[in-house]
């Protein structure tokens, strides 16, 4: 794969810093774009069962709807972010959310399911890039101490979008058919990009573009192999098994040839002194728990509402709200007691006990649990969730230079989206065998052996106690994989107490690097 080179370009002035108002005019265009990305991957989940049965889709094509993006999203965050870094982030920024417009307009026009899978593919190409870019750009005009109060936004653009997903795409399927889905986010995108082109100024770049082609493509592929391998696993063949070892070596043989080329390459994707830096790898860890109750905590807890306790879509949606509470007071809290203080690891150690706690707790629900009470969980698990999720993003490009903060951001994103995605298809595995074998246990129990389906998913055409039997099956199996991610937060915890407390920056860039 060919190197791409740009001659060094002349040095214009440099752009004036921008003032607050500007500011919070480009964290609204930010917060705009990154919420119809994240929503994107969400709002199809209660939408599937309609879309495809009017496309004539397949179980397995089921999966897949939601899986393209998040599979597309994960592998391409450390090249757009490293493009960040090497070309104008404005204009990056602006591609990527070019990409999305389009993918989300081809969605919304598909005809059959290859098509919208390829839509939804590129869907996500835009999400990857602009979930590593906002934080980019955050970092290039907003100093470490004051980027706190403005991370609270996006971090609670994240955590809407992510829980309020399944109740906005019930709603629109209900009203106005399951194509709006897509539409419907056209003009928040563009209402973004509009700011985003009006109000963001930024310093140009002086450096000579050098794009490692051959590190992004491993990297791609080391990425890509483990999420295809645990979506077939289990199900088209045995977790042990010869396919899953040519997944495996495959992963292995990828990630190998990538170290070898970021090693050499001028301009790495995944620059080593980054990823090898001790506060990195450390918030690197403490990212995966995080990723996985973002992603995880909607997904889980719809089917908890909906299959376990027998509520709507729309209901379970608004059941959810107190993830989205929790989500935006830890984020915004925090954020601004961070630019307050200058301090840092108080609050991402409280934020780390409050999810695993949340989490612990989550894992005690069962048929019996008052929903009153699993909202009170659901807050604590949000609250830990919001403080985490931009600040250990913050945490990690207070230790770089303003070169390298794309790349450093994309790093923790990546792990993140990676983990979310791992975990989500790793628990419902999980999920899926305590299922059926309490389905199983129940029907012996009550006498009602062969009225449901050995999985305990098809509640269609259940008699009323086989049906109770299932939906118990459901609702006390569902603790395990909350238990799982309470397991997970203790990493969380312990990785973010050796991660080095160092002081917030007041300037965009290092002392002696490339400040504003």
């Not at 740009?6 to 500007?22: D, I, K, N, S």
């Not at 098994?241 to 040519?246: N, P, R």
């Not at 969380?492 to 920056?505: D, G």
């Amino acid at each position: 794969m060919t190197e791409i080179s740009g001659p060094p370009r002349p040095a214009p002035p440099a752009a004036a810093p921008l003032t607050h108002r500007q500011i919070v005019e480009v964290v609204l265009g930010l917060v705009a774009m990154l919420f119809t990305a994240m929503v994107s991957s969400s709002i199809v989940s209660t939408a599937l069962p309609t879309i495809i049965g009017d496309l004539g889709g397949s179980q397995r094509a089921y999966t897949w709807v939601f899986t393209a993006t998040l599979l597309a999203m994960t592998v391409t965050v450390p090249l757009w972010a490293k493009l960040s870094d090497l070309y104008d982030k404005k204009r990056v920024l602006q591609l990527a959310g070019v990409v999305f417009l389009l993918g989300s307009l081809w969605a919304g026009l598909a005809r059959d399911v290859p098509e919208l899978l390829a839509a939804r593919a590129l869907q996500g190409l835009g999400v990857g890039g602009l979930t590593a870019l906002t934080q980019s750009v955050m970092a290039a005009i907003i100093s470490p101490r004051e980027r706190g109060r403005y991370n609270g936004y996006l971090a609670s653009a994240m955590a809407v979008s992510t829980v309020s997903g399944p109740l906005i795409g019930g709603l629109l399927v209900d009203t106005a058919g399951w194509r709006w889905c897509f539409f419907a986010i056209l003009p928040f995108s563009v209402a973004g990009l509009a700011l985003i082109q009006r109000f963001l100024r930024l310093e140009p770049l002086h450096r000579e573009a050098r794009v490692d082609g051959w590190g992004a493509l491993f990297i791609s592929v080391a990425a890509a192999l483990p999420l295809v391998w645990v979506s077939f696993a289990g199900e088209d063949f045995p977790w042990v098994s010869g396919a899953s070892a040519l997944f495996l070596s495959g992963t292995l043989a990828a990630l190998v040839l990538a170290v070898l080329v970021e090693r050499r390459h001028p301009e790495p994707v995944v620059p080593p002194r980054v990823i090898l830096e001790r506060t990195t790898l450390l918030a690197v860890l403490a990212s995966v728990a995080v990723g996985v109750s973002q992603f995880g905590g909607p997904v889980f807890l719809s089917q908890y509402f909906q299959i376990a306790r027998g509520f709507s879509p729309t209901a379970a949606g608004l059941l959810m709200l107190p993830a989205i509470v929790g989500n935006l007071l830890g984020s915004t809290v925090s954020g601004r007691l961070i630019t307050r203080t200058g301090a840092w690891k108080r609050y991402l150690l409280a934020g780390a006990a409050l999810l695993v706690a949340g989490l612990a707790l989550m894992g005690t629900l069962d048929h019996t649990t008052p929903v009153w009470l699993a909202g009170a969980y659901m807050v604590l698990m949000g609250l830990g969730t919001g403080v985490l999720l931009q600040n250990l993003v913050l945490v990690v490009q207070n230790t770089v230079d303003l070169p390298d903060v794309g790349a450093a951001g994309g790093v923790v994103s990546f792990f993140r989206s990676l983990g979310g995605t791992m975990g989500i298809t790793v628990l419902g595995a999980i999920l899926a065998v305590q299922v059926a074998d309490r389905t199983r246990e129940g029907l012996a129990a009550a006498d009602l052996t062969g009225q449901a389906g050995p999985d305990g998913f098809d509640l269609s055409g259940l008699s009323g106690p086989a049906l109770s039997v299932v939906r118990d099956a459901h609702a006390d199996a569902i603790g395990v994989v909350f238990l799982a991610g309470a397991a997970l937060g203790l990493v969380t915890l312990l990785a973010v107490w050796l991660i080095p407390e160092r002081e917030l920056r007041t300037t965009v860039a290092r002392p002696g690097g490339q400040s504003r």
